[in-house]
């Protein structure tokens, strides 16, 4: 499986911190916001990944990050010249994809939980159809919303309704099979212009063969597209670190743990990170 991660759009929420900076390279307290849905692929163990940007910014996501290598991946980088919607990305990363299974992550988003490495490998693992990841919010009218029955099962999806037939959102993670680009290629624009992912996602409803992976207790789902949503995340990632003593997507720490990168690697990035706590912490995970 390839993954994409989606981080384009212009930032125009976080204006003005956003005029001349990449939104996923702000921080979320010690670490680029990217690094975050980063690490949401690599612990799927997904390698390969396509990182999509403005005309502005993938040179810039391309200088942050590089070629990969020094997590065990392969990154590649790809141009959205103007936010055509979501599902636009299917298109831009077609001959990536090669007619294979794909995961799409949204590039401001920030998810935790203890059994999330679980649940996205099982994901990663489901064949045919797609599942989404989806959890209860108390603004369903903001996002595109999944009506469930009462086995769990999907049965009907909306994009940003006015009047939300559930409080179960569908969170920026998605996976997909084969299918994905013939029903890509197949999408019309909607009402706003824009290619919707929800259109995706409700043809495979449609095919029956869409499935919900609910996030409950003990999870954390955070859209990072707001001032306030950036400082609530820097906290809440603070708090987690300080009181666990455990990085949220260290992603030498994942890629050691999926056998991708040797202890050398880790202490060569310890070394260059020397002077930071993150240092630290890499050289403790080898020492």
Known sequence: MRGILLAGGSGTRLYP?????????LPVYDKPMIWYPLSVLM???VREILVIGTPEDAPRLSQALGDGAQWG??????VQNSPRGVAEAFLIGEAFLDGGPC????????????????QLRAAAAG?????????????PERFGVVE??????????????????????????????????????????????????????????????????????????????????????SEFVRAIQK????????LEEIALGQGWIDRDA????????????????LRSLVG
């Open 103 to 118: 995961a799409l992550i949204l590039g401001d988003n920030l998810f935790y939980g203890a059994r999330l490495e679980a």
């Open 148 to 233: 469930l029955d009462g086995d769990g099962r999907p049965v009907g999806i909306e994009e940003k309704p006015l009047r939300p037939r559930s409080d179960w959102a569908v969170t920026g993670l998605y996976f997909y099979d084969g299918e994905l680009g013939g029903i890509a290629r197949g999408l019309k624009p909607s009402a706003r212009g824009e290619l919707e992912i929800t259109d995706v996602n409700r043809a495979y409803l449609e095919a029956g063969r869409l499935r919900v992976e609910r996030l409950g207790r003990g999870y954390a789902w955070l859209d990072l597209g707001t001032p306030e949503a950036l400082l609530e995340a």
């Open 43 to 45: 612990m799927a163990g």
């Open 17 to 25: 911190a956003t005029l001349s900076v990449n939104k996923q390279l």
């Open 73 to 78: 991946l392969t990154l590649s980088y790809a």
């Open 266 to 281: 880790v202490l060569a990035q310890a070394e260059r990170m020397s002077n930071a706590p993150y240092g630290a912490y």
């Open 127 to 139: 064949g045919a159809g797609a599942t989404v990841f989806a959890q209860r919010v108390t603004d």
């Open 243 to 250: 009181r666990q003593a455990l990085q949220i997507a260290c």
